[in-house]
């Protein structure tokens, strides 16, 4: 069971768009702490996507897009690539447990 | 452009130490924490601690009985020991670059090694 809660899969067609949640509490994304997100093809290491809840990385494509409000965040993915398909994580800082914490992850899946 | 090579023993039986290291090039290596992660097979990613260049540790409270990290900032390296491997341990590890000041995430990583543990 993980700390932060993803939906375990998304999918959408080329060109449409997705959208991932993450949901955490009071003691995490609630608390104010940053969160990251990572894309993780098969196989690879997991890359960054997104720090600090908006920001892209250089060479991440603008079609990908972080939010927060309250205990939640969101990775928006508009106009779907094939490439795109892989496992996404969440990833926060949890005060309760101290220690870095992750979603369970979410499959994206490009129709 | 920053590069971590990480290497390590990959088969090991239970009640031993499992033992890697992670060699970082390119960017300083004072200016972050040091970190190592792992995935269980089909599962997610779970943080298992980091270290500083000053050899500052800050562990997973659920593996801090048996974990050790160093850092030999003269060569660019820093190292994960686990104690008293089980089953369960089996997983595929990665070291990685941790900005928290400011809050860049884990930004660069290295390839990962699955280590297994078994009988």
């Known amino acids: 069971q993980s700390v932060l809660t993803q939906p375990p899969s998304v999918s959408g067609a080329p060109g449409q768009g997705a959208t991932i949640s993450c949901t955490g509490n009071t003691s995490n994304i609630g608390a104010g702490y940053n969160v990251h997100w990572y894309q993780q093809l098969p196989g690879a290491a997991p890359k960054l996507l997104i720090y600090a809840n908006t920001n892209r990385p250089s060479g991440v494509p603008d079609r990908f897009s972080g939010s927060k409000s309250g205990t939640s965040a969101s990775l928006a993915i508009t106009g779907l690539q094939p490439e795109d398909e892989a496992d996404y994580y969440c990833q926060s800082y949890d005060s309760s447990l101290s220690a870095w914490v992750f979603g369970g992850g979410t499959k994206l899946t490009v129709l | 452009q920053v590069q971590l090579q990480q290497w390590g023993a990959g088969l090991l039986k239970p009640s031993e130490t499992l033992s890697l290291t992670c060699a970082v090039s390119?960017?300083?290596?004072?200016?972050?924490?040091w970190t190592w992660l792992r995935q269980s097979p089909g599962k997610g990613l779970e943080w298992i601690g980091e270290v500083r260049h000053d050899g500052l540790t800050n562990y997973n409270p659920s593996l801090k009985s048996r974990v050790t990290m160093s850092i030999d900032t003269s060569k660019n390296l820093f190292s994960l020991s686990l104690m008293s491997v089980t089953a369960a341990d089996t997983a595929v590890y990665f070291c990685a670059r941790n900005s928290s000041v400011p809050p860049l995430g884990f930004d660069f990583w290295g390839q990962g090694t699955l280590v297994t543990v078994s009988s």
């Open positions: 390119g960017g300083s290596f004072t200016d972050y924490s």
